[in-house]
């Protein structure tokens, strides 16, 4: 995800990773305060959330990169010929 402050403009790209992974370079963890903010967020939006030792600030989100959940291959559909019918008989 690529994200701005509001107040001063700066620029960053962060990655929502679990917990394990995280490793302060850009890999932020999905159960930190950031990554709970931005999870599930998209461009354009904006957002408040605490940074460590930086209190609360106000963030947009400028552009999601990547959400690898989209790219899981879609359930096929049911066909027309398993479709059941019924009359209540009213």
């Known amino acids: 995800m ?3 402050g509001e107040a001063n403009g700066v620029h960053r790209h962060v990655k929502l990773v679990y917990p394990q992974k995280a490793d302060g ?6 159960l930190s305060p950031l990554g709970t903010a931005l999870l599930g967020s998209s461009a354009g939006q904006a957002i408040e959330c605490n940074f460590p ?15 690898p959940e ?17 009359s ?3």
């Open 88 to 90: 209540l008989g009213f």
């Open 70 to 86: 989209r790219q899981l291959v879609p359930k096929p559909s049911v066909p027309a010929s398993y479709t059941m019918s019924f």
């Open 2 to 4: 690529r994200y701005s």
């Open 53 to 67: 030792g930086g209190g609360r600030r106000r963030i947009r989100v400028q552009e999601v990169v990547s959400q």
């Open 25 to 30: 370079s850009g890999q932020v963890s999905v």
